[in-house]
């Protein structure tokens, strides 16, 4: 199988990148070398790379700047998805994409499904459900992952900035009416192997097992990795007044992942040792 890695340096395309190019020839390629928001720069690398398999990992992730930068978010995370979806389009090519829990408005209380209604709070979700719609349009044959709350070895992710909050401060304070799933790349990278091994296609909700609110995810962090002396509070979403509305509650509903494949993800509290430990 012959792939094409769009994002291979971010957080979660680095882990992909280690865990398919030992089975398969991975091509990779970044901001340095394809802007994805261009339709020619999409369309060339897609011809002369000749992929089976196109993997989008690339994507403009800093949700607070999607509120300033409404453009540049609705151009990398929604139009590059129709560009690299029609450069693909006819050849046979299998496109893996990635979405959020961000679509969602987390006003609901049950883990949403992928036939959940989706309403975005922020103009980061807003994008990605563009960029899913257009997926979904011109594409016949895709895998759409929707994750939530990834850390990973390659990026500023919540659990090193922490750590690194843990090292000059005797107090954080958290949000604690934020509720979600941590999950951790590595395991994001083993579930897509697994799809394409078993050439399944269609929408999945993937994230590792179980749920928290951000203040007892770092409650979990501090104690992992054996800090102690630094005091957590618990605060709510409204008084950090960030640019960006985030969701109440955005579990993601697994059960349809656990049937096709029969196999489920390690609970949360797992991944993040796993990742600790390495
Ligand atoms: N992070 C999360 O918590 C989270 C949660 C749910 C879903 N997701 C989704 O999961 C996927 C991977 O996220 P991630 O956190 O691994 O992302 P990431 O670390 O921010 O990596 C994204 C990569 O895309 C590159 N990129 C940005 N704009 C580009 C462009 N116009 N052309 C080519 N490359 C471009 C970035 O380069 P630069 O670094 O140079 O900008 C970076 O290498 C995304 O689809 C994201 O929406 C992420």
Known sequence: ?????????????????????????????D???????????????IDENTPNVVINA???????????????????????????????????????????DYVFDGKGK?????????HPVNVYGASKLAGELYLQ???????????????????????????????????LEVVDDQIGSPTYTKDIAAAVDLLLERNITGIFHITNRGSCSWFQFTEKILQEAGIAGVKVLPIKSDQLSRPAKRPHFSVLSMQKFIRVTGKTMQPWQLALQDYLQK
């Open 137 to 171: 349009e011109l594409s016949n044959n895709y895998i759409l992952i929707r994750t939530a709350w990834l850390y990973g070895k390659n990026g500023k992710n919540f659990v090193r900035t922490i750590l690194e909050a843990a090292r000059t401060k005797n107090k």
């Open 1 to 29: 199988m012959k792939i094409l890695l769009l994002g291979h340096r971010g957080m979660l395309g680095s882990d992909i990148l280690y865990q398919l190019g030992r089975k398969y020839e991975v091509t990779g390629l």
């Open 31 to 45: 901001m340095d070398e394809i802007d994805i928001s261009s339709p020619e720069q999409c369309r060339k690398a």
């Open 110 to 118: 049950e883990p949403y499904t992928e036939d959940s209604p989706c």
């Open 58 to 100: 690339a994507a403009y992730t800093n949700v607070d700047g999607c509120e300033k930068e409404r453009d540049l978010c609705f151009a990398v995370n929604a139009e590059a998805v129709k560009n690299i979806a029609e450069s693909c389009r006819g050849k046979n090519i299998r496109l893996v994409h990635f979405s959020t």
